[in-house]
């Protein structure tokens, strides 16, 4: 009993050896696809002195890019164009950024994804009209905001944003000035 036991974890560790010795050595040029070579070129002569888990991510990329429509290649294209267009402070930002979203809760992550759907689904006039009212906001007047949200259990913002619902827009109105008045200092 004891011995198959050992010879199994003995098996399992030898099969399980080419992917750790892959992960310690890279990806060897030579073994990417045709494709991928073709969409890696630029990277052909500095690919052997190159962070072997780059390698990793690089090889994964250009099977991405590989797997995608014409039209998910042009959206990623728009996407890799703006993020070239920021400036580093703005790169930085939306790294520490992510980096925030990524160390929260899973239930909080999905409550964020939700939210964001729930935004991008709204019209673009409505869309336009919260951020309008987000961009007139002075900074105190977000920071109270967002202080007052994150003071917020997941609970409480439900129950928040049910009563929010079925006030009419005057009586949203006033309690957003009410909210001002107290926390805007």
Request: glycine share 2%; hydrophobic share 30%.
């Amino acid at each position: 009993m004891k011995t198959s036991f050992i010879k199994s974890i003995l098996c399992i560790c030898l099969l399980l050896l080419p992917l750790w010795s892959q992960a310690q050595s890279g990806v060897a040029w030579e073994t990417l696809g045709d494709k991928q070579q073709k969409i890696l070129k630029r990277f052909e002569n500095t690919w052997q002195d190159m962070d072997p888990e780059r390698q990793s991510r690089l090889e994964r990329g250009a099977q991405r890019w590989l797997e995608m429509t014409p039209e998910q290649r042009q959206r990623a294209k728009q996407r890799l164009q703006r993020w070239r267009s920021l400036s580093d402070e703005q790169r930085q930002w939306i790294r520490e950024r992510f980096q925030r979203f990524r160390n929260l809760p899973a239930d909080e992550r999905e409550q964020l994804r939700t939210m964001y759907k729930r935004f991008a689904q709204l019209p673009q006039e409505k869309r336009e009209q919260i951020f309008e009212r987000w961009k007139n906001m002075s900074p105190e007047e977000r920071n109270a905001v967002r202080n007052k949200l994150s003071r917020m259990t997941p609970q409480q913002r439900r129950q928040f944003r049910d009563r929010w619902k079925k006030l009419s827009p005057a009586e949203r109105r006033a309690m957003r000035e009410r909210f001002m008045r107290r926390h805007a200092k």
